[in-house]
């Protein structure tokens, strides 16, 4: 049955993680291979391998930032997540210009869930501390974690190995929140007269 769908589905090393079995890329045609299924205990020995019938597996690597095309990527992909920042203070080249890109990069390793994951946090951070703009020296603060994934299997390769925070990172500054007046009634002005 053909729906005319293209699905996109995400995870991380599938297949290392058993839901589709060991599989090897053929270097003829860059297509992942899975072997014919051995004997099971199903009575429908076909049905493990309906799932990987039906979609080809396109392996994501993190940025690299060891060649310009690499570099180039990485940037681009920051520009994309600068676009759709919404911080008061943001500004074009917030994340793409001056030393800012390597910082991320060497804070992540080019890993798109760590990237997410901090910018996410400091952009918390920069509301709530009033600053709306994301910098190395708010995002020096904040703390990659990723210890509500208490799902996942870091044996199987579903928790990426976080970088080590900077050795010469400031010491956390106390968070303050500052108050919105956006909505605060200023009262009626007085008429002269």
């Known amino acids: 049955m053909d729906l005319n769908v293209t699905l996109v589905l995400i995870g991380v090393d599938i297949p290392r993680s ?5 599989g090897y890329p053929d270097p003829r045609t ?3 291979v899975f072997p014919d299924l ?3 205990k199903s009575y ?7 799932t ?7 392996d994501l690597d993190p940025f690299d930032y060891d060649t310009a095309e690499g570099m180039t990527a990485f940037v681009a992909h920051l520009a994309g997540i600068e676009d759709r920042l919404r911080l ?5 080249g917030m ?5 800012m890109p390597e910082y991320l990069f060497r804070r992540t390793r080019g890993i798109v869930g760590l990237l997410k994951r901090l910018v996410e946090d400091g952009c918390a951070e920069a509301i709530e501390s009033g600053a709306e703009e994301l910098t190395p020296d708010l995002l020096s603060t904040i703390r990659i974690s990723l210890g509500n994934l208490t799902d996942r299997d870091p044996e199987a390769g579903e928790v990426p190995d976080i970088p080590e925070e900077d050795p010469g990172s400031p010491p ?3 968070r303050r929140r500052g108050r919105n007046t956006v909505f605060d009634d200023h009262g009626a002005k007085a008429v002269d007269g």
């Open 30 to 32: 860059g297509q992942w």
């Open 88 to 92: 008061f203070r943001a500004r074009p």
């Open 172 to 174: 956390k500054k106390p």
């Open 44 to 50: 429908n020995p076909s049905a493990a391998t309906q």
């Open 38 to 40: 051995k004997t099971g």
């Open 95 to 99: 994340l793409t210009e001056g030393a």
């Open 18 to 22: 058993g839901l589709l079995r060991s």
């Open 52 to 58: 990987e019938r039906r979609f080809d597996l396109v």
